[in-house]
């Protein structure tokens, strides 16, 4: 595993989250890199990426309600997701833009409960 997501958990409608993600044996500062989510019986989805230049892409479900960053030097990205909805349970994973198929972790699991 090349790239370790958390900070999942459960929380309320409208509740907030910040999801981590480290990434080890890659090479960081020279990657694009994304937050994706898949939730049971859906297709995997891309949530936002940011490239080395920092350049930002989200959903069109976002809607302003999540922000991506990275800190190169931490060889990490961050999720910041506030307003969440039930919708948004999935599991998240971190990994290159675009994907590697070696870089998968386990992901972390977000629940947004009614």
Known sequence: VQ?????GGLVNIGGSLRLSCIASRVTFSNDGMAWYRQAPDE???LVASIDINGRIKYGDFVKG????SRDNAKKSIFLQMNNLKPEDTAVYYCNTDPWAF???GQGTQVTVSS
Request: hydrophobic share 40%.
């Open 65 to 68: 309600r999540f922000t991506i």
């Open 43 to 45: 297709e995997l989805e």
């Open 102 to 104: 070696g870089n998968w």
């Open 3 to 7: 790239l370790q997501a958390s900070g």
